[in-house]
């Protein structure tokens, strides 16, 4: 019984320690990045995608449940910059494809 009881918080465990690495892989992204390349490609600013990252590693560090509310959020917000800003701000920076 033990045993079983102890397969959902090993679950829970990977899904945080994913979501961690998730934010802070963003995160560390959106460091590197020039602050002119946001408002170049229609997104928000350098310092309001770092603020709301930022936010988001500090929900997932103080609450620790992956599948609460403000953590659920965090990855969303973090799934945004991955998938929307990220791809868009590489390719203003890097120039167009031959």
Not at 29 to 49: C, E, M, S, Y
Not at 57 to 65: D, P, S, V, W
């Amino acid at each position: 019984m033990g045993r079983v009881m102890g397969i959902p918080g090993f679950i829970l465990s990977a899904l945080l320690l994913l979501e961690f690495g998730m934010v802070v892989f963003a995160l560390v992204h959106a460091l590197r990045q020039r602050p002119d390349a946001f408002p170049a490609v229609d997104k928000l600013t350098k310092p309001v995608w770092l603020a709301i990252l930022v936010a988001s590693l500090g929900a997932l560090l103080l609450i620790r449940n992956p599948v609460n509310f403000l953590c659920l959020a965090a990855v969303i917000a973090t799934g945004v910059y991955l998938a929307d800003v990220r791809p868009k701000v590489d390719e203003v920076q890097r120039g167009p494809r031959w």
